[in-house]
């Protein structure tokens, strides 16, 4: 009884895990692909405008560390001129913002 109890805890657990790292990829469309494009690349209006640098390039992937990745998307980006480029990113925790990282690290792959 006791055992069935755990194996049921662990497959939701299983079952959590898997819908969440689903959500990265909706995740991305949903709210970085407006200004990064779905591929990374930045050919958007919102990317053109911002000259964003094009995620697929390992030199710019080389620019960042992961934890600066999430502090890009908690705290957003500020330009030279104190611009913010890139708006902190709304409504993600911070497991959600994580899995996000080896998302943005897989578009230079
Ligand atoms: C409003 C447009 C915009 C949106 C939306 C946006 N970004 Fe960005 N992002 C930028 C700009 C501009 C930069 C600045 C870097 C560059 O392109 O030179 C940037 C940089 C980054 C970087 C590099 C961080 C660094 O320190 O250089 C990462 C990682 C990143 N974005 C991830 C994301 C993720 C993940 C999302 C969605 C959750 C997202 N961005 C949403 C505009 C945006």
Redesign the pocket.
Known sequence: MKNSAALTAALLLGTALTAHAADAKT??DD??A???GTDGKGQTK?GKK?K??DLTYPAVQA??TDA??VV??KEG?TDQSGKQ???P?EG?SEEDMKA?VPL?RALAK
């Open positions: 995740n991305w709210l970085c407006k200004c990064h919102m911002l964003i640098a620019k960042f600066q990745a890009a998307m980006i480029v890139m708006k990113v993600l996000l943005v």
